[in-house]
């Protein structure tokens, strides 16, 4: 396989400027009872250092209850798989949508990363966050 047909997952960055392989988080779709896994090309990964504001969101959220499982997390994990239903999705969207960006960059991030999510949505029950602290 040449190295353009590489797939890989898509990053979306605001201000980082690292090393490419650095510590971030992996959004992905969350489709009850599908065994397969998503497609590298379903997934997009979000830098540490550009993940403030979502964090912020996904923190204001906690606890949540997964409703596959009825497992409860406390708390928004960075170094493990954090489940999010659609529902709880909408609702950060929401705040993400009014969020005071006096950057033009910074909005322009933040909606791209909520056009990704509502994509998304259309046709899963939730996205998966998984950070790889």
Known sequence: MSKKDKKEIQA?????SGPRANIGYTFE???YGDTDEPK?????????????????AL??????????TGETYEAFDPCWDNPIQASVWHEILTQLDTWP????????????????????LKQADGIIVTGNL
């Open 40 to 56: 590298l090309e379903e997934m997009i990964f979000i830098y540490a250092d550009d993940f403030d504001i979502v964090l912020s």
């Open 59 to 68: 923190k204001s959220k906690y606890p949540l209850v997964d409703p596959d």
């Open 29 to 31: 779709p969350l489709r």
């Open 101 to 120: 960006a006096k950057e033009p960059e910074l909005r322009l991030f933040i909606d791209s990363f909520t056009a990704w999510v509502r994509a998304h």
């Open 12 to 16: 979306l960055i605001y201000r980082y």
